[in-house]
């Protein structure tokens, strides 16, 4: 078995995909299978079309198969989660142990109702500095480009 067959699957919603390729940083995502659904994949394409050109980064292209769990389906209309959001989350159903990236709150907490491992952008990025791909001093100037970031990430490195 290769590499790539034996790594976690990480199944992505569009924001984290669009957010490290921005960052010139979706390299840290090359130890995953990173699985995107046909909902994400157009999302991508349309905002951040490079996001799928980079070589050290195999996206795999994914469908859905059958239909949307009723309960999935209720807790999308009541979250008001997009089709992307909705198709991550029922691909996560095949495959329960993986690790769902998103960027969105509602998605998360979706997420977590079900059980799922959920991280975001700067869950990799602080993943990053953990393993040495990148220092805190890499990372700093990335938060810069959100409101909030700063403040989060000095209180989650300190």
Known sequence: MGKNETAVIAVCDAGPLIHLDDLDSLDLLADFRVWVPEAVWREVWHHRPTAFQRPTVPCEHRGVSGPIAPGL??????LALDAGEMEALALMASVPKALFLTNDAAARLAAE????????????????IRRGQRSAADVLPFYGRSPSAPRCISILLC
């Open 73 to 78: 389906l209720v807790l999308g209309h009541a």
């Open 113 to 128: 109702q079900l059980g799922y491992r959920v991280h975001g952008t700067i869950g990799i990025l602080l993943r990053a």
